[in-house]
């Protein structure tokens, strides 16, 4: 579901993702370059799932990365933008995003991600990015 994002986000002139899996050259370090990439971000996508919440790892250090950036931003900004892939707990520190559900039915998954594109659109505005 995540590459799915990835490359609907693509199709967007104004959205350049960045995903791990395709943007990451053999050799790179890894951690350093995740990091750059979300202290470089003008929003974050954090896909929540059942087993991404639960485990210990880097997944954790991520969300904690990315909520210290945010931190850093005027209040109010769109910076932080939680989806759940499945029926998972949302951690506490994430609860005071609004959260979206990418699951169910096919009109419910393209109302959530028709969504996401509106939530960026105003990020993007704030930015200058968009008019």
Request: glycine share 6%.
């Amino acid at each position: 579901m995540v590459r799915e994002f990835g490359n609907r986000l693509k199709i967007e002139s104004w959205i350049d993702p960045w995903f791990d899996e395709e943007d990451l050259l053999p050799g790179q370090m890894w951690e350093e370059s995740v990091i750059r990439a979300v202290s470089q971000s003008d929003a974050v996508i954090v896909f929540l799932s059942k087993g991404a919440v639960v485990h210990e790892g880097f997944f954790q250090k991520e969300l904690n990365l990315a909520l210290d950036t945010a931190k850093e931003k005027p209040e109010g900004t769109i910076f932080i933008i939680p989806i759940r892939l499945d029926e998972c707990e949302v951690p506490l520190r994430l609860q005071p995003y609004q959260y979206v559900d990418y699951f169910g039915d096919e009109a419910k998954r393209k109302n959530m991600y028709d969504n996401l594109i509106a939530s960026l659109q105003i990020r993007a505005r704030s930015l200058g990015i968009l008019k």
